[in-house]
C-alpha cells in the first residue's frame, strides 16, 4: 500500500504540537528522579562551607574577610552548578535509552523535541532551585558577617581611639560595598546562565557519543576551553603566529565553543565593583543565544537518531 | 469496527549502517503484513530474525530504509500516529524512583491525560493489572513480574485501539505469564488490536488469531494459526472413558479400511509442564 493510499484511509488524529504542559511533565519527572537521586546534599555541603568561610576565619581588615567569604562561596557555587549540570544531563540522556524508558516515552504521542526541552528544563529547574536556596543562604550569612564586622572595626578604633566620623563613615562604606548588595544575586545569576550554556552543550554531546564517561570528559573540555575563548580569537586574528592549518583549527574550536569568560563577572562581584544592568542584560542574551543555537542542533541530531 | 488496518506494514527493508570495523547489517528485508482491527497478531522468529526491528519501525522509533508503515492509516514517521497505540518493549525499566502511581501518572500526562480522568484512568489500570497493594511503592523495589504489567498498564493508560507486545513473558514467572496472557485475551474481547511478539510459542498459540514466522528479516510463513499448524492428512480424537474393548474395535476398524489409514499412536494425552505447574502451585496455595 502507497503512502498516498494510506492517507486516503488516513483516520483522523489531532496533529501533535509542541506542547508546554508535556515539556513541563517530563521536566518535572526529571527534577523528581534527581532529588530522590539526592543530588541535592550539594546543599549542604556548600552550607557548610558558606558558615565556614563566613566564621572559621578571624582576618585581618573588614575588606579582606568580606571578600574571602564571597570568593569561595561563589567559586564554590560556579563548580557545583556546572559540575551538577553536566553529570546529570551526561546520565538521563544515556540512561534513558540503556533502560529503553525511552522507548515507552517516544512511543507515546511525544515529540522528540518536547523530550529534549523536558530534560534540558528539568535540569535547569534544579540548578536554578539550588542556586536560588544557595544565594539565600549567601546573603543571610553575608548581611549578618557584614554587621559584625562593622561592629568588630568600630569597636577597635573606639579602643585605638581612631573613631572620628570620618573614619567610621570610610569603613560603614567599604563594608556596604563589600557587602549584601544587589551585585551578588547578579553573580549567582551569572553562574546560572554559564551552567545552562554547559548543560546544552552536554546534551547535545549525549546525543552524539556512546558513552556517559565520554559525554562528561568532552563537556569539562569544551567548558575549559570555553574559559580561553578570547586567546583562541587572538591567536586567529594574528596569522603571522601560526600556519593556515592551526588557524582553521582555532576558528572551528572558536566556532564550537562558547565564550564562557563572558559569564565572568564573580570577580569583580568580589572586588566590590558595580555590575550594571546593562552588562546583565548582555549576558543573558549571550546565554539565551547560545542555549537556543546548541538545543536547536541538538535537536536536529536526536531528531535523526535511531534508537 | 473500521476496514482501515490497525497496522500495515509495505516492502519494509532496515539496514543498519556499518562502522568501520563492521559491515552494514540488513535487519529486515523487503517484509509486507497487515493486521486487522481487533485481531491478536504474533510475529514469532528465532533472536536476531528482525521481530524488535520491525516494531521499532512501525512505533516510529527507527527510520525505514525502503518501504513504509502505518498505524491506523497515519504514517508511523508522523508523531501523531502514537494516539492509537501502546507499547510494552522487552524487559521494560521505569524512573525507578517513581511509585507505580506515579509512574503512570507521568505517561498519562505525556498523553494530554489531566486531573481526576488520569488519576480514575490509573487506578483503573493498576487494578486491572492487579498492582494496587504496590501502587505506593518505588518501581526500584518491583520484581519483573511487576515491571511486566506495569508496563503494561503504561501501554494503557491513554486508552489505544493497538497495543504493541515485544517479549511480554519474557523472564515472568509461569503464574505471571499467565496473567499477562489472559489480559491479552481480554484486550482482543475489548476489540484491543495486539501485535505480540514472544520466543513461547505454546503461548502464541493461545492468544493469536493470526501468525506471522520470521527468519533472517524475511517473513517465511503468514496466516490464521489454525491453517499454519493444522496437519492436513491426520485427525485427532480424544475420548474419554474409553474401555480396552471400544479401542480394540476402533483399531479392528482402522486396520480393516483400505487406502492406507493406520493409527500412528494412541494413549493417555499429556497436560503440559506449565499446565501441571500451575495447577500444583495453585493446590499449595489453598492448602
Known amino acids: ?307 | 469496527m473500521s476496514d482501515t488496518p490497525a497496522v500495515s506494514v509495505n516492502h519494509l527493508t532496515k539496514v543498519f549502517k556499518g562502522t568501520l570495523v563492521k559491515g552494514a547489517f540488513r535487519a529486515v528485508h523487503d517484509l509486507s503484513l497487515t493486521v486487522k482491527a481487533g485481531e491478536v497478531y504474533g510475529i514469532i522468529g528465532p533472536n536476531g530474525s528482525g521481530k524488535s526491528t520491525t516494531m521499532k519501525v512501525i512505533l516510529g522509533l527507527l527510520k525505514p530504509t525502503e518501504g513504509d508503515t502505518s498505524i491506523f492509516g497515519v504514517p508511523s514517521s508522523e508523531v501523531a500516529s502514537r494516539h492509537s497505540v501502546g507499547f510494552l518493549p522487552e524487559n521494560p525499566y521505569f524512573y525507578k524512583h517513581l511509585t507505580g502511581r506515579e509512574t503512570l501518572h507521568f505517561y498519562g500526562s505525556l498523553c494530554g491525560m489531566r486531573g481526576a480522568k488520569l488519576k480514575e484512568r490509573a487506578s483503573e489500570m493498576l487494578e486491572l493489572t492487579g498492582l494496587e497493594d504496590a501502587a505506593s511503592r518505588r518501581v526500584g523495589g518491583y520484581s519483573k513480574g511487576m515491571l511486566q504489567r506495569l508496563g503494561l498498564a503504561q501501554a494503557l493508560i491513554h486508552e489505544p485501539r493497538l497495543l504493541v507486545l515485544d517479549e511480554p513473558t519474557a523472564g515472568v514467572d509461569p503464574a505471571g505469564s499467565r496473567k499477562i496472557r489472559d489480559l491479552i485475551i481480554e484486550f482482543r474481547s475489548r476489540g484491543i488490536t495486539v501485535l505480540v511478539t514472544s520466543h513461547l510459542l505454546e503461548q502464541m498459540q493461545e492468544v493469536c488469531d493470526r501468525v506471522g514466522i520470521m527468519a533472517h528479516g524475511r517473513m517465511v510463513r503468514e496466516g490464521r494459526l489454525e491453517d499454519l499448524i493444522a496437519v492436513e492428512n491426520q485427525t485427532e480424537m480424544v475420548l474419554e472413558n474409553a474401555s480396552p474393548e471400544l479401542l480394540a474395535k476402533i483399531d479392528a476398524l482402522v486396520k480393516a479400511e483400505s487406502g492406507g489409514t493406520k493409527i500412528l499412536r494412541s494413549g493417555h494425552p499429556r497436560t503440559t509442564l506449565e499446565r501441571l505447574f500451575l495447577e500444583a502451585t495453585n493446590e499449595a496455595k489453598k492448602s
Not at chain 1, 492517507?7 to 489531532?14: F, M, N, R, T
Not at chain 1, 539550588?130 to 546573603?139: E, H
Not at chain 1, 591567536?235 to 593556515?244: D, E, I, K, R, T
Request: with cysteine; net charge neutral; charged share 15%.
Open chain 1, 1 to 307: 500500500m502507497s503512502n498516498a493510499t494510506n492517507s486516503s484511509i488516513a483516520e483522523k488524529q489531532p496533529r501533535v504540537r509542541f506542547s508546554p504542559q508535556r515539556v513541563w511533565t517530563l521536566a518535572m519527572a526529571t527534577v523528581t528522579q534527581l532529588v530522590r537521586m539526592k543530588i541535592l546534599a550539594f546543599l549542604v555541603v556548600f552550607c557548610l562551607l558558606a558558615v565556614g568561610a563566613g566564621f572559621a576565619f578571624s582576618v585581618i581588615n573588614p575588606e579582606q574577610q568580606l571578600n574571602l567569604l564571597k570568593s569561595v562561596t561563589l567559586g564554590a557555587l560556579q563548580i557545583f552548578s556546572i559540575v551538577i549540570g553536566v553529570v546529570s544531563t551526561a546520565l538521563l540522556l544515556p540512561k534513558d535509552m540503556e533502560d529503553r524508558t525511552l522507548y515507552t516515552i517516544l512511543s507515546k504521542p511525544v515529540p522528540r523535541f518536547d523530550y529534549l526541552l523536558g530534560k534540558l528544563l528539568g535540569v535547569l529547574l534544579l540548578i536554578g532551585g539550588g542556586l536560588i536556596v544557595m544565594d539565600a543562604v549567601l546573603s543571610l550569612i553575608l548581611w549578618l558577617r557584614e554587621s559584625m564586622v562593622f561592629e568588630d572595626v568600630v569597636t577597635r578604633m573606639r579602643l585605638e581611639k581612631m573613631d572620628t566620623p570620618e573614619a567610621v563613615a570610610q569603613v560603614r562604606e567599604i563594608v556596604a560595598r563589600q557587602g549584601l548588595t544587589w551585585n551578588l544575586h547578579w553573580a549567582v545569576w551569572a553562574i546560572f546562565l554559564k551552567a545552562a550554556v554547559v548543560t546544552t552543550v552536554s546534551l547535545l554531546l549525549s546525543c552524539i557519543a556512546s558513552s556517559t564517561l565520554f559525554t562528561i570528559i568532552m563537556t569539562f573540555c569544551i567548558t575549559i576551553i570555553g574559559h580561553g575563548h578570547a586567546l583562541i580569537r587572538e591567536f586567529f586574528f594574528q596569522p603571522h603566529l601560526s600556519s593556515a592549518a592551526s588557524r582553521v583549527a582555532a576558528l572551528l574550536l572558536a566556532a564550537i565553543c562558547p565564550d564562557l569568560a563572558q559569564f565572568d563577572i564573580v570577580d569583580s562581584v568580589v572586588n566590590g565593583e558595580i555590575v550594571p544592568w546593562a552588562a546583565v542584560y548582555d549576558i543573558t542574551g549571550i546565554a539565551a543565544l547560545y542555549v537556543t543555537v546548541y538545543l536547536f542542533v541538538t535537536h536536529l541530531l536526536f531528531v535523526e537518531k535511531e534508537l
